[in-house]
T-cell receptor
């Protein structure tokens, strides 16, 4: 099952610009996580934000969480060509430990 | 950091044969592992939760007799695709946690299965 939607589905920007991706979900969550996937590879964890947190930073990444709207955003500042990848949000579902992934955003950063 | 190793990275098999995919946690013990399936340009779909020493929990719509999961030790889970058909061709990814809830998943690099 899919938890929710991500938008945009695809994003193309120039190096140095900021990239913003949004994620919406449907159920109550313990936390929301963002992952990155390079083509044909596994996923790499980027950042985890708990349900009682509103904003979190990690390097060039900034994540916000609005539980009232059931939405989150990932901002990548000063993008680089190496940031080109697919980005997925995932919600931690109840006490099962399962992660349910959003549809993903494909980001292309042009040098 | 925690490392999950998945093998093989790719496999081609003929229709009707079975394929086994291994997922190992290299530097931590994983009582629970998760198996996902991903079609091209799509998201990850959770197939099943693999529990060490007990039966796997399958998601709705996933055939447990077709996708056999064994989690015989704290560091190894296997997924066997039985009697493979071309529609089973996909990217299969395993993942595990090295601690309890509210922690990230560590992913293997995936297995590209092509059934001819």
């Amino acid at each position: 099952s899919q938890q929710g939607e991500e938008d945009p589905q695809a994003l193309s920007i120039q190096e140095g610009e900021n990239a913003t991706m949004n994620c919406s979900y449907k159920t109550s969550i313990n936390n929301l996580q963002w992952y990155r996937q390079n083509s044909g590879r596994g996923l790499v964890h980027l950042i985890l934000i708990r349900s009682n947190e509103r904003e979190k930073h990690s390097g060039r990444l900034r994540v916000t969480l609005d539980t009232s709207k059931k939405s989150s955003s990932l901002l990548i500042t000063a993008s680089r060509a190496a940031d080109t990848a697919s980005y997925f949000c995932a919600t931690d579902e109840g006490n099962t430990g399962k992660l349910i992934f959003g549809q993903g955003t494909t980001l292309q950063v042009k040098p | 950091g925690a490392v999950v190793s998945q093998h093989p990275s790719w496999v081609i098999c003929k229709s009707g044969t079975s394929v086994k995919i291994e997922c190992r946690s290299l530097d931590f013990q994983a009582t629970t592992m998760f198996w996902y399936r991903q079609f091209p340009k799509q998201s990850l779909m959770l197939m099943a939760t693999s529990n060490e020493g007990s039966k796997a929990t399958y998601e709705q719509g996933v055939e447990k007799d077709k996708f056999l999961i064994n989690h015989a030790s704290l560091t190894l889970s296997t997924l066997t695709v039985t009697s493979a058909h071309p529609e089973d061709s996909s990217f299969y990814i395993c993942s595990a946690r090295d601690s309890m809830l509210n922690s990230p998943l560590h992913f293997g690099n995936g297995t590209r299965l092509t059934v001819t």
